[in-house]
């Protein structure tokens, strides 16, 4: 989850590389560097810390060129300083590479290339691709002497490699699924970078590199190779993503403008699928035909965190809508329990990035025991999007912000059109029911908005929460999953402990964590489990808890009831998580703003985990 960018053109490449970084920083914070080819020699820059202090280094000491590429690191190998940052340069000082991903294989390859008089200025895995290349650049040129470095490779790798002996290309190679390689095409300039954001100011015009692939980047343009050196024919894609709408705009941060921007994300995950006319749903790239659908007696959803809920909340909408039965599947387990699935069985991927490593590695778990893959997936271009059989773009543009908001929402409409479309598709929904349930999706953009108009009062609620040490959620059913994300919001950016839990298990022993310090919050829309969850807060009003209560706007009860109250808009009971769940990433955000924490770029996290 390291950022990459690289730039050959006529203008000169600190600038655009360096703008291109910040960018990309969510993806991972620790130390930063940036190489550039200046008057025939490489010049580096690197440090220890936060982009500003690379930025400080390179004002104090500038570096000037039209060939560069940079890096800011998520560090997995070596300490996060300066001498382990990213670019690397071998021992000639003629080539450099930044990398992201692991070598996993580096003991082996490190100690061999020392035997061989190989001397070593760092703790990194990354620094023993630079000293391989050097080994073979003795009798080849660049692109060779590469492809037989990456060739030793065990693991997953994103490289970029520059040399100063062939200063008209930069050389870029993918392996396996450590975070993609994208190139951009520009007039006269190519950019690379490890996710778009970093380069859509430049271009739309992109191509994105599969596993085992290589290109040699021109000024003129790019050459896609296997890694045996055949050319390949790339698709160019034109992505739609504007560079303004990856900017934070007038918010403090990108979480905060992700979560105000769920009113058009939601749209837009609607848009162009809905005839309301009709009541039916079109989703073409998922590629489905009725022979296929009927055969389908099983969908495994796979995700991880946040994903992992949207895809609870699918289970209930699959099985209720369209009567197929789910399952839902931690990745990073899914891909060593050796799973019972089969050419009738969907393995069902959900994605922001769609380059999370243990989702990638469940995927390629199902599709070698024959299961159809789909996936729901954000990021255009996406290994988890290219990969699948069939798949549904959140269409929710870029999302910044570490914890996920608006590529959480947009999942849970995504998997009921789905279910919708299973439904209609299989016969086992009514044509009335149908009706209903695409009215309902209509009401859903404004009810997102009528959420989001009462900030101010959970902002109230967050002030008096922020000395707090944990926190208990208490959901069920539909939006049991409701708990578990909302206590994830709030344990990842404010560094509360925190904890969801299905509220009918409380009286198998957490019921005796509730007392006057512990805040418990429960949701309790109205709903098919309404009764229950009032029972809850009884329940912990009984042990003297203190409950702050979800509930639907006029319930008088509850409000009689709990100690406080975030209202949401009366909502059909099937899309509830997608209204529940907004007051929940507020709270969290105002908490951990509050409380004067890095919200977009919580410590220890990284946007995409692409290592395992
Ligand atoms: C959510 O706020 C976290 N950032 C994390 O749980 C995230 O959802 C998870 O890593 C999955 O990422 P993905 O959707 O990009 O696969």
Redo the contacts with the bound molecule.
């Keep these: 989850m390291c950022g990459i960018v690289g730039y050959i053109g006529p203008r000169n490449a600190t600038p655009i590389i360096m703008n291109g970084l910040k960018k990309l920083e969510y993806r991972g914070y620790d130390s930063a560097g940036i190489a550039v080819l200046e008057n025939g020699g490489i010049e580096v820059r690197r440090d220890a810390g936060k982009l500003e202090r690379l930025s400080k280094l390179v004002q104090d000491s500038p570096i000037k060129g039209k060939l560069g590429i940079g890096h800011t690191r998520w560090a997995t190998h070596g300490e996060p300083n300066t001498r382990n940052a990213h670019p690397h340069l071998g021992m000639t000082g003629d080539v450099v590479v930044v990398h992201n991903g692991i070598v996993e294989n580096f003991t082996t390859l490190k100690d061999e290339l020392i035997s061989e008089g190989a001397e070593f200025q760092s703790e990194t895995d990354t620094e023993v691709i630079v000293h391989l290349i050097e080994r073979y650049l003795s009798e080849n040129d660049l692109t060779t002497a590469v492809q037989k470095a990456l060739s030793l490779l065990k693991g997953a790798h994103g490289i970029v490699v520059m040399s100063k002996n062939e200063p008209d290309k930069i050389i870029a190679a993918r392996i396996g699924n450590a975070g993609g390689v994208v190139l951009g095409i520009g007039q006269d300039e190519m950019f690379i970078a490890s996710d778009l954001p970093a380069i859509l100011e430049h271009t739309r015009k992109m191509i994105f590199l599969e596993s085992h692939q290589m290109a040699v980047v021109t000024r003129q343009g790019v050459k896609v190779t296997g890694m045996d050196g055949k050319e390949i024919d790339a698709e160019v894609h034109n992505v739609p993503w504007d560079p303004v709408s990856a900017e934070k705009g007038e918010y403090r941060h990108f979480m905060h403008k992700e979560i105000h921007e769920q009113v058009r994300s939601l749209t837009d995950t609607i848009a162009g699928r809905v005839d309301f006319e009709t009541a039916t749903i079109q989703l073409p790239s998922l590629n489905l035909t009725p022979e296929l659908v009927k055969k389908i007696n099983k969908i495994v959803i796979i995700?991880?965190?946040?994903?992992?809920y949207a895809g609870m909340v699918g289970k209930v909408l699959i099985e209720r809508i369209a009567r197929i039965p789910v399952e839902v599947e931690i990745a990073s387990e899914f891909r060593y329990a050796d799973p019972i699935v089969d050419a009738r069985t969907v393995v069902l991927a959900?994605?922001?990035?769609?380059?999370?490593a243990d989702?990638l590695a469940a995927m390629e778990e199902g599709r070698q025991k024959g299961a159809i893959l789909w996936s729901i997936v954000?990021?255009i271009g996406s290994q988890?999007m290219r990969i699948a059989d069939g798949f549904i773009s959140m269409q929710v543009g870029p999302e910044i912000g570490?914890?996920?908001?608006k590529?959480?929402t947009a999942p849970l409409v995504d998997l009921y059109m789905l279910a919708i479309l299973l439904g209609d598709m299989r016969g086992t929904l009514d044509e009335k029911k149908r009706r209903q349930l695409v009215e309902d999706l209509r009401l859903v953009p404004d009810l997102a908005g009528r959420c989001l108009d009462r900030e101010e009062e959970v902002k109230k609620v967050a002030e008096s929460l922020l000395e707090v040490d944990n926190a208990l959620y208490l959901g069920r059913g539909v939006n049991m999953p409701t708990a578990f994300e909302g206590a994830?919001?709030l344990k990842?950016i404010s560094y509360i402990h925190a904890e969801g839990y299905p509220a009918g298990e409380m009286k198998h022993g957490p019921i005796a964590l509730i007392d006057a310090d512990l805040p418990v919050v429960v949701i309790a829309p109205r709903d098919p489990w309404y009764d229950k969850m009032f029972s809850q807060i009884e329940q912990a009003k009984a042990r003297g808890g203190r409950v702050i209560a979800v509930a639907t706007e006029g319930d008088e009860l509850i409000q009689s009831e709990a100690d406080q109250v975030l209202f949401v808009p009366e909502t059909p009971w099937l899309l509830s998580p997608v209204t529940t769940v907004i007051p929940l990433q507020l709270l969290a955000y105002h908490i951990a703003a509050q409380r004067g924490l890095d919200v977009d770029q919580p410590r220890n996290?990284a946007?995409?985990?692409t290592v395992e």
């Design positions: 995700a991880c965190g946040t994903a992992s959900i994605s922001q990035s769609g380059e999370t989702t954000n990021a988890a570490v914890a996920s908001t590529a959480y994830l919001k990842e996290l946007k995409s985990v």
